[in-house]
């Protein structure tokens, strides 16, 4: 069974960034495609970004295009998901997922979950 964790979460202030990091085990990384969600405290569980086996990117909100960026590196079994320009509607606890493919981002769909990462950002 995969067994994800993530990490780097933190405060940071308003026009901030932070790194955040997903370390895999307990599987072939290379053939999982990998996910960013996350959710704000009273708000549903919310798509940021994936990343497919070769490399593929979406990235889908408009609160979030062009400030974050997600990449992998399989050789460390790590997804990453670099946010910039942060602010407070940022906040929320980040979590890692893997899913089947890149043609579906509904929680539901995902076949394994972090626990999550919590991001706060303050005014």
């Known amino acids: 069974q995969v067994q994800l964790q993530e990490s780097g979460g933190g405060l940071v202030q308003t026009g901030g960034s932070l790194r955040l990091s997903c370390v895999a085990s307990g599987g072939t990384f290379t053939t999982l495609v990998m996910f960013w969600f996350r959710q704000a405290p009273g708000k549903e569980r919310e798509f940021v970004s994936s990343i497919g086996r070769g490399g593929t990117i979406i990235t889908m909100g408009d609160s979030v295009k062009g400030r974050f960026t997600i990449s992998r590196d399989n050789a460390r079994n790590t997804v990453y998901l670099q946010m910039d320009s942060l602010n407070p509607e940022d906040t929320a606890t980040y979590y890692c997922?893997?899913?089947?493919?890149?043609?579906?981002?509904?929680?539901?769909?995902?076949?394994?979950w972090g626990k999550g990462t919590l991001v706060t950002v303050s005014s």
């Open positions: 997922a893997a899913g089947p493919t890149m043609s579906t981002m509904e929680p539901h769909r995902m076949d394994y």
